[in-house]
């Protein structure tokens, strides 16, 4: 089943997510450090789907997983920006 509602896919979108948003924290007071955590993320995702389409060791790259990587880390960087300024307005 590979469709980007599947457990598969919300898993990913929670590990990717997650990871950004932790990363994004601790490095709050450093603008640069965050855009290289999202690009270092992203490039890491990429990167194992690859792995998994040359290994060839029963698991498949799939460009849904990357959609679902990208979601969770797209819905960290809003809710932490949403966060951030809510902080920010009290």
């Not at 990357?66 to 949403?82: D, E, H, R, T």
């Amino acid at each position: 089943m590979n469709n980007l509602f599947s457990i598969d896919k919300l898993g990913h979108l929670l590990f990717y997510g997650s990871s950004t948003f932790l990363y994004l924290h601790a490095f709050k007071s450093n603008e640069k450090a965050k855009k290289y955590t999202v690009v270092v993320i992203f490039t890491l995702g990429l990167l194992l789907e690859f792995f998994q389409l040359k290994m060839n060791m029963g698991r498949a790259f799939e460009y849904l997983d990357v959609v679902a990587n990208c979601f969770g880390i797209l819905l960290s960087i809003l809710i932490f920006n949403k966060v951030k300024n809510k902080k920010l307005q009290n």
